[in-house]
């Protein structure tokens, strides 16, 4: 238990230096750390759409690689997310619709740069993965 502990204590160090300054103590990173893994593959996927429609963002993929790294030391990264395929892709779907009705954007497709700010004013989990241009 002690070595999982130290691995995971590893991880998050290793993590932080990854994600390019982020503090993985920053509340909307500990927000996404702590999603369960459809949430987080969802957050992540809108995060992206407003990195790729809006010039303003782009989509953090350090720390992207660094999260991933921790989760997986916690059983919900990447290696977790291929049995999950079909919970993370319904998900996604009920995300966006949420996304879009919060924001009053189409996804995909939409003008996302005024979403992804109020996401950034909000500090939400999306947020975190979106660094100003």
């Given at each position: 238990?002690?070595?999982?502990?130290?691995?995971?204590?590893?991880?998050?160090?290793?993590?932080a230096c990854a994600a390019g300054g982020?503090?993985?103590?920053?509340?909307?990173?500990?927000?996404?750390?702590?999603?369960?893994?459809?949430?987080?593959?969802?957050?992540?996927?809108?995060?992206?759409?407003?990195?790729?429609?809006?010039?303003?963002?782009?989509?953090?993929?350090?720390?992207?690689?660094?999260?991933?790294?921790?989760?997986?030391?916690?059983?919900?990264?990447?290696?977790?997310?291929?049995?999950?395929?079909?919970?993370?892709?319904?998900?996604?779907?009920?995300?966006?619709?949420?996304?879009?009705?919060?924001?009053?954007?189409?996804?995909?497709?939409?003008?996302?740069?005024?979403?992804?700010?109020?996401?950034?004013?909000?500090?939400?989990?999306?947020?975190?993965?979106?660094?100003?241009?």
């Amino acid at each position: 238990m002690m070595t999982r502990g130290l691995m995971f204590g590893a991880a998050l160090t290793l993590a932080a230096c990854a994600a390019g300054g982020r503090s993985l103590d920053d509340p909307a990173v500990q927000k996404l750390f702590a999603m369960s893994t459809p949430q987080y593959y969802a957050s992540l996927n809108i995060a992206n759409q407003i990195a790729q429609s809006c010039p303003r963002y782009t989509y953090d993929a350090g720390l992207d690689s660094a999260l991933n790294e921790a989760r997986n030391e916690v059983g919900r990264g990447s290696l977790a997310a291929i049995s999950q395929r079909n919970a993370i892709e319904l998900e996604t779907d009920v995300a966006q619709r949420s996304f879009a009705v919060k924001h009053d954007v189409e996804i995909p497709g939409g003008d996302l740069c005024a979403a992804g700010d109020a996401e950034i004013l909000e500090g939400s989990a999306i947020s975190a993965m979106l660094v100003p241009a």
